[in-house]
């Protein structure tokens, strides 16, 4: 038989537990949502950035470049992450269907968060980074961190807006 003590003890450690599971389960969806377009943006942006800078351009050029460069390989992978989604939650409707659908989530999700980053924040941090940092590539990715954060306070709140919504279809 348990006792009183036992059974409070329990009752708070499964709304705890709980919450655990919620956020590790949150964390994971954005893990698996982003890791791969970042790691395609990143390496494009470091292949870009240290070749425009070995050319020996001035520090802003490698800087737009690298920001350029970054948003290439990053929508390139997002772009086929959602284009799968799309197949998957809609499989009646042909190519060009799915693909205005791609696009127009795409740009729901990422429009006014790359707005912001693209004109203004990202070109900056990484200017910043890679006038404060001994190495162009080190320079070039805390220019990029500090950039992603606002990024994604934008993206990730529109992402939930669409999926709340019903705009994703999924």
Do not use: C
């Not at 036992?6 to 389960?25: F, G, S, Y």
């Not at 791969?36 to 870009?48: D, H, K, R, S």
């Not at 070995?54 to 929508?75: D, I, N, R, S």
């Amino acid at each position: 038989m348990e006792t009183a003590a036992v059974v409070e003890e329990q009752t708070q450690a499964a709304p705890v537990a709980a919450l655990w599971n919620l956020r590790r389960r949150a964390l994971w969806f954005w893990i698996k949502r982003y890791a791969p377009p970042e790691i395609a943006g990143t390496l494009t942006m470091v292949l870009a950035g240290v070749a425009v800078s070995a050319l020996g351009a001035p520090v802003w050029l490698v800087g737009v470049t690298a920001a350029v460069a970054e948003g290439v390989g990053f929508y390139a992978v997002a772009g086929i992450a959602v284009w799968r989604e799309q197949r998957r939650a809609f499989p009646e409707r042909g190519r060009v269907r799915i693909l205005t659908r791609v696009l127009g989530l795409l740009l729901f999700e990422f429009g006014s968060a790359e707005l912001l980053d693209t004109f203004l924040v990202r070109p900056v941090a990484i200017m910043i980074g890679v006038q404060l940092l001994p190495h162009v590539a080190g320079g070039l990715i805390a220019g990029k961190l500090v950039a992603d954060i606002a990024f994604y306070v934008l993206a990730a709140t529109a992402f939930r807006v669409s999926e709340k919504t019903g705009v994703r279809g999924t």
